[in-house]
């Protein structure tokens, strides 16, 4: 048995630049220019060079393309369906007994 | 290796329409996508589903499936000896049944060897405990994976990794852990592994986020009279100061004391104030002084109104 693998937290405590969160979902900058302009995620950094996007985001940004490609809708769809999903999410929580 | 119907898992007619059967997928994949479903067996399913779509979509694959004829589902099957499907360059999605992989999967053919593609990236879920969550973990894994034999076919594997889980991963998130997807073809990079962490329920901790909850019994006394008390946290036993007067329900928050990170959860210590029954003749006589001194009546507004 070799050493253990580290795995990585997909949350605010990782950061991705554009270049590396491409290579993680396979898609081109232009794509992931696109999502942003549809609000679905927001990097920080003022230009493309310099954005930073959260292992958060990087779910979002996988969820959104799997959305669009398996449902067949655009970028603006699958953006109100993540809003739609996340506020159900929310819904579901809270409504959760807290005992 | 079982037969599959295709036809059965769509929910339609073997004399269905292309538009029938995009329709039907449309319908099965919003029931069942793992991004949207609470189905218990979503991911499974919209596999299913999404193999079976593969082929009926495709009029090539859907005739060559349906020149096999029909068989009950679960029923061992072979293909035909002469069984010959060229599919092209190109197999779309990562994981298929046997059945699939057998009939139209090309890597069993050795035919995607001779372009170089990442692999694909996979998924899966893993149940850790809250004093998992808080110190980090190590889990080991088995994937399924497909192994490709010296004549080229396709050999279903099972591989043991050992993964290190980070300290204060919450429910709910998800974990990468790089390079551990399918393996590249022609010398392409593997792609990655992406695990969702459940938190396993705790008999005493609940957790929200990186907040946990904790319900603590005190004694009438001790929230009367204000206490020190020993609490238990995941990180080990802590003071906390009951203050003096406290009432049930009232919230202690010890800052720092949840999951890790950055920054770190608290725990909530929830005061529910216990009265212990009497369990001696000493005792409710302590109980009687009690009431003929604390002369208070809590009820008082409920009885004047």
């Known amino acids: 048995m070799t050493d253990p693998i580290s795995a990585v937290p997909l949350d605010d405590s990782v950061e991705f630049s554009l270049r590396e969160l491409c290579a993680a979902c396979r898609v081109s900058e232009e794509i992931v220019v696109e999502i942003v302009a549809e609000g679905i995620v927001e990097p920080s950094g003022s230009d493309r060079a310099e954005w930073r996007f959260t292992g958060f985001a990087l779910t979002r940004v996988q969820r959104a393309l799997r959305l669009q490609h398996e449902f067949g809708v655009d970028l603006a769809g699958a953006a109100l369906a993540l809003d739609l999903l996340d506020e159900l999410d929310r819904l579901r929580r809270a409504q959760r007994p807290s005992d | ?305």
């Open chain 2, 1 to 305: 290796m079982e037969y599959k119907d295709y036809y059965q898992i769509m929910g339609v007619g073997r004399d269905a329409s292309a538009d029938d059967i995009k329709r039907a997928y449309r319908k099965l994949a919003r029931k069942y996508h793992p991004d949207v479903s609470k189905e218990k067996d979503a991911e499974a399913r919209f596999k299913e589903v999404g193999e079976a779509y593969e082929v009926l979509r495709d009029p090539e694959k859907r005739a060559a499936y349906d020149a096999l004829g029909t068989r009950k589902p679960g029923e061992q099957f072979r293909p035909p000896p002469d069984w010959q499907f060229d599919y092209g360059a190109e197999t779309d999605t990562g994981t298929h049944s046997d059945f699939f992989e057998e009939l139209f999967g090309g890597l069993g053919r050795g035919r995607r060897a001779s372009f170089r593609s990442r692999g694909f990236d996979t998924s899966g879920q893993i149940e850790v405990t809250l004093e998992e969550a808080f110190r980090g973990t190590e889990r080991r894994l088995s994937l399924q994976r497909v192994a490709v034999d010296e004549r080229g076919r396709a050999l279903p594997t099972t591989q043991q990794l050992n993964v290190r889980i980070p300290a204060g991963v919450v429910d709910g998130q998800r974990i990468r852990v790089p390079s551990q997807g399918e393996p590249g073809m022609g010398g392409g990079p593997a792609g990655d592994l992406f695990l969702e962490v459940r938190l396993l329920p705790h008999r005493w901790f609940r957790a929200e986020g990186r907040d946990i909850w904790l319900d603590l019994p005190v004694t009438p006394w001790e929230a009367a009279l204000g206490e020190t008390i020993r609490v238990p946290t995941l990180g080990g036993r802590v003071d906390l100061k009951v203050p003096k007067g406290s009432q049930t329900d009232r919230q202690l928050r010890l800052r720092g004391r949840g999951l890790p990170g950055n920054p770190p959860g608290d725990q909530l210590v929830v005061l529910k104030i216990m009265a212990p029954a009497p369990q001696s003749p000493a005792e409710e006589a302590l109980y009687k002084q009690m009431a003929e001194t604390l002369r208070t009546n809590l009820r008082q507004a409920m009885e004047s109104s």
